[in-house]
């Protein structure tokens, strides 16, 4: 997957279920992940779930105005995803620390269902781990329907490096942060797409106090004056509008 907000058929997609009150981990790559069953789609379903595709990026919280240092509050974020005021999915966050590292952790799930199937999953688990404004390291599990995939992100030296997933090794910036939405300080810097690990192409643009993706599908995230996400909105391929409404 190349665009931050366009999931294609061809980007794997690959989520590892832990406990809801697993505490995040440090980066690492010998998680086993968890498959999970599809039924069969069309249609209605079908659309509806191509709406939800968007949300696979934009995952994380933001969180007060230390985020510039890779705070967040220990509290978190829990969000409901809506689509046409329907809950479709959850998206939590998380915070440890460790040492000098903060840990910063993304589960999300959405779950599609036409009549009694359900026609799309989706499950996405990250961690970042951070040290002051440094990235030190990143590791992202996702799954879409049943197919599952991987990236593992690490420093080297003054840069980072994509150590395993499509096309690794591969070389990234050292400043390069998550696209994960949750500190907005670092929304100027090269930022890594939260599946596959690769630098974003599409770039977000500051607009007052929120953050938005141009393009198709629109995206934005708002924040207070204090840097706190406070609300996200896109626009599915179908055209039809999902928000986040505080669980």
Request: hydrophobic share 40%; charged share 20%; aromatic share 8%.
């Amino acid at each position: 997957m190349q665009a931050v907000t366009n999931i294609t058929e061809d980007c794997p997609m690959m989520p590892a279920r832990q406990s809801r009150d697993a505490a995040p981990q440090p980066v690492d790559s010998g998680r086993a992940v968890r498959q999970v069953p599809t039924e069969a789609a069309a249609g209605p379903g079908r659309r509806a779930a191509l709406s939800l595709l968007a949300l696979s990026l934009p995952a994380g919280a933001l969180l007060r105005a230390g985020a510039a240092q890779g705070a967040a509050p220990p509290v978190g974020y829990r969000w409901n995803i809506l689509r046409e005021d329907k809950t479709v999915g959850t998206h939590k966050v998380t915070y440890t620390e460790n040492g000098a590292q903060r840990m910063i952790r993304t589960e999300i799930e959405i779950a599609i269902r036409f009549l009694s199937f359900t026609v799309f999953r989706f499950a996405h688990d990250y961690t970042e781990s951070w040290e002051g404004d440094r990235l030190l390291g990143f590791r992202s599990l996702s799954e879409r329907q049943s197919r599952a995939g991987h990236c593992l992100i690490r420093r080297e030296g003054a840069g980072l490096l994509l150590a395993e997933g499509d096309n690794a090794p591969m070389p990234l910036p050292g400043d390069a942060a998550p696209l994960s939405w949750w500190n907005p300080a670092v929304l100027s810097r090269p930022l890594l797409d939260t599946v596959s690990g690769h630098l974003v192409e599409q770039r977000p643009v500051r607009s007052g106090n929120s953050w938005k993706l141009p393009g198709k599908p629109f995206t934005e995230a708002t924040y207070d004056a204090a840097g706190r996400w406070i609300g996200f909105t896109t626009v599915g391929d179908d055209g039809v509008p999902v928000h986040y409404a505080p669980a």
